[in-house]
């Protein structure tokens, strides 16, 4: 079968290592006789024209089949580096994240390896048995370049301005993972009242993270045609966060069913039916869902009414609770109810244990950053009276590890807190001795 390509779309600057491709397999009424009782294979080979150095090449691909409603075809990729010795034939499953796009149909991300400039695909179409073959498909092969000359977080912690001491973990800004793409001013903005957990549904395994997510831009914009990535945040296995969608805080994504009013969705980089998410990942995800939810007023452990999609939501949900999909994978589903009680317990572990007015005079306190890490931590004081001041620091069993000298505050002040790098890993406690009145400040020690 003869066919022909021509760019998909104009090139622009951002797109500078992207060259799509439009394909038509099958020209409009050239349905062969049989057909609505055939599925019928195409096979189609090319040159893959992207060379900027990147750890590897990431393909997806979208298509239009008129008539169907549902997906009606596959897609097979081999590829090669000379075009004599060729891998084994591997299918590109269709993204269930896709939802309205500008193709009936978008794949998942596939990852060839760096270098390679050639493929054969295979389109397996009439799968429904209806006689309807594709019209049209755009191949997306996309090289996210050289490594950034960064990637440790582009911003530090994040203190609360909301009234939560909960902070922010540190984030690695879009310029962090090299996106080309500034900020659109067409965003919209939502009140975030439900939390949902992703996976990527990808692989566990990267020399290049910020590359990975990168693509993941790349196939959101250039292939589902979406104006930036669908998600808010994303983590890689290692705990390293990611900045999102631009816009900022509260900006409204695409990655709920269609359904994204109300939500801020967060991406686990990998593939998690079978497989849990690592530790580092997971801490970090705690820690941002304890920030947002304590900042905005969300009960992690509760449930309410999402109006974007009618449905009685839990807090923090998988993209599973919104529509028919293995997100966030089997595993990580199972993790969520621990998920939510280990949210509100970094809530409580970023507040006092005694409420503020049984304490005569101290009008607010603030301990930032918690969880500690260092050792390093500060305790604020705004302080109606002049008090006297000591603590002490104290092991999950009860084992003095410091005793502070008595010293005289007032008004607003900040101190810092000694004692805390002779923690081990996990829960401490302060005590905090006002005069005569005392208070207890739980943190976590990582």
């Known amino acids: 079968m003869l066919l022909w390509m021509s760019a998909g779309f104009a090139q622009r600057k951002w797109e500078r290592s992207l060259q799509p491709f439009e394909i038509s397999a099958m020209p409009e009424g050239q349905i062969p006789s049989g057909a609505e009782r055939l599925a019928r294979e195409i096979t189609m080979a090319g040159r893959i024209g992207v060379a900027a150095g990147g750890p590897f090449i990431a393909f997806s691909a979208g298509w239009d089949e008129p008539g169907v409603a549902t997906a009606n075809s596959s897609l097979r990729i081999s590829t090669s580096f000379d075009s004599l010795t060729w891998t084994p034939w591997m299918e590109v499953p269709i993204d269930p994240h896709s939802l309205q796009t500008r193709w009936q149909a978008c794949t998942e991300l596939a990852f060839l390896p760096a270098g390679t400039r050639f493929y054969r695909l295979q389109v397996l179409s009439n799968q429904l048995g209806q006689g309807r073959l594709m019209k049209r498909i755009q191949l997306n092969f996309f090289d996210p370049g050289p490594r950034p000359t960064t990637t440790a977080p582009s911003t530090q912690e994040v203190t609360s301005t909301s009234g939560c001491p909960c902070d922010k973990p540190a984030v690695i800004t879009r310029a ?13 903005f939502t009140t975030v009242t439900h939390l949902i957990v992703h996976h990527s549904a990808g692989s566990n395994t990267s020399s290049d993270w ?15 045609g979406w104006a930036d990535i669908g998600y808010n945040y994303l983590i890689d296995p290692q705990g390293r966060l990611y900045e999102g969608r631009g816009g900022g805080d509260n900006v409204t994504g695409a990655h709920f069913c269609g359904t994204n009013g109300g939500t801020m969705g967060t991406c686990i980089l990998g593939t998690y039916t079978s497989t ?3 530790d580092t990942a997971r801490k970090v995800l705690t820690r941002l869902l304890a920030w947002k939810a304590c900042g905005s007023s969300i009960n992690p452990i509760g449930n309410s009414w999402h109006a974007s999609s009618s449905r009685n939501l839990s807090h923090i949900s998988g993209h599973r609770d919104g529509c028919a999909t293995e997100c966030p994978g089997q595993r990580t589903y199972n993790e969520l109810p621990a998920l939510r009680t280990a949210v509100a317990d970094q809530i409580a572990a970023c507040n006092t244990t005694t409420s503020l007015p049984q304490i005569p005079g101290l009008q607010q306190f603030r301990f930032t950053p918690n969880p500690v890490r260092h050792g390093k931590a500060l305790a604020s004081f705004d302080l109606a009276t002049p008090k006297r001041l000591l603590y002490e620091v104290y092991t999950a069993d009860g084992r003095l590890l410091y005793a502070s000298p008595s010293r005289s505050i007032q008004g607003t002040t900040s101190i810092d807190i000694k004692g805390l790098d002779r923690s081990a890993k996990g829960s401490a406690y302060i005590v905090f001795r006002l005069d005569k009145s005392s208070f207890v400040q739980r943190v976590l020690v990582e």
Not at 177 to 186: A, D, H, L, R
Not at 210 to 224: C, E
């Open 176 to 188: 962090g993972w090299n996106c080309p793409q500034t900020n659109n001013p067409g965003y919209a």
């Open 210 to 224: 910020p590359a990975v997510v990168l693509s993941i831009w790349n196939s959101h914009v250039n292939t589902n």
């Open 276 to 278: 849990s998410m690592p």
